[in-house]
């Protein structure tokens, strides 16, 4: 049985262009809502900016921040939210700065970037955090920091490893995407957050379909009945997908369930 459908955004479900058929999926969404089929977004994009992408007659549920803010189906105040110890986070801010490499610190009410951060990386970012502000001083701010996020210019692998060095005993350091990387709370991930409305639905993981592409999708995949890694997928995803399917670029998820419910 199919109860939930959770989906990844950047390189899932929605195409390099940052759009998706919304006609086929209000089509998809309105058999889903028929059977009592959850639609949920899970991705590690702010919620503001991933809720810009769905009019509230969708419905969604929202595990933003990967997994740091939840929100359940029709409601505006979070479930639950994972805030970061201050300490640990002015902590993190320093090593971060020292190490030279742009980033972005969230919170629980926007995303702050140093004032130091290139144009690009800046311009970059907005893509991924509508309330994103440039701030002076980092360390000045009185916030509610969550996790924080890079793009990077050179070698992920080696920005990441770097990172993991200097603060991987507070932070989980995660490749995201070909030139991303999260920082985020020890055991706080996609699947925690889903977790969360699962045990508020009654539903289990066994009748959980899952899609994504990404390192930060890996404990989502691992633990739902059906994991799908699309295409282009990293390794350490695809291993434990148990599904895979096609481009983002060809609506490859709208597909799977479109298969799915017929």
Not at 1 to 30: H, K, N, Q, S
Not at 206 to 219: A, I, L, P, R, Y
């Given at each position: 049985?199919?109860a ?74 979070p479930l ?32 702050f ?59 989980n ?90």
């Amino acid at each position: 049985m199919v109860a939930v459908i959770a989906v990844d955004m950047d390189g899932t479900f929605l195409r390099p262009d940052d759009t998706y058929d919304r006609a086929r999926f209000e089509r998809l969404l309105a058999v889903m809502r028929e059977r009592g089929i959850r639609f949920v977004v899970a991705s590690g994009n702010q919620l503001t900016q991933l809720r810009s992408f769905f009019q509230p007659f969708d419905d969604a549920a929202f595990v933003a921040e990967n997994g740091h803010i939840v929100v359940d189906q029709g409601q505006t105040t979070p479930l639950a939210t994972a805030v970061l110890d201050p300490e640990a986070a002015q902590r993190v801010i320093r090593s971060l700065t020292a190490l030279g490499h742009p980033f972005v610190m969230s919170g629980t009410e926007g995303a702050f970037v140093p004032a130091t951060a290139p144009e690009w990386f800046v311009d970059g970012m907005r893509r991924y955090y509508h309330r994103l502000d440039v701030a002076e001083d980092l360390l000045a701010l009185d916030v509610d920091v969550m996790k924080f996020s890079m793009i990077t210019d050179t070698d992920v692998v080696e920005v990441a490893r770097q990172v993991s060095e200097e603060v991987g005993d507070v932070l989980n350091v995660v490749i995201s995407g070909p030139r991303d990387m999260d920082m985020n709370q020890p055991g706080i991930h996609k699947a925690h957050g889903l977790g969360l409305l699962l045990d508020r639905w009654g539903v289990d993981w066994k009748d959980v379909v899952s899609f994504g592409d990404g390192g930060n999708d890996v404990e989502l995949l691992a633990a739902s009945g059906r994991g799908y890694a699309l295409e282009g997928a990293r390794d350490s995803l695809v291993e434990v997908a148990t599904h895979r399917a096609g481009s983002n670029a060809n609506d490859a998820v709208l597909d799977v369930i479109e298969e799915l419910l017929s």
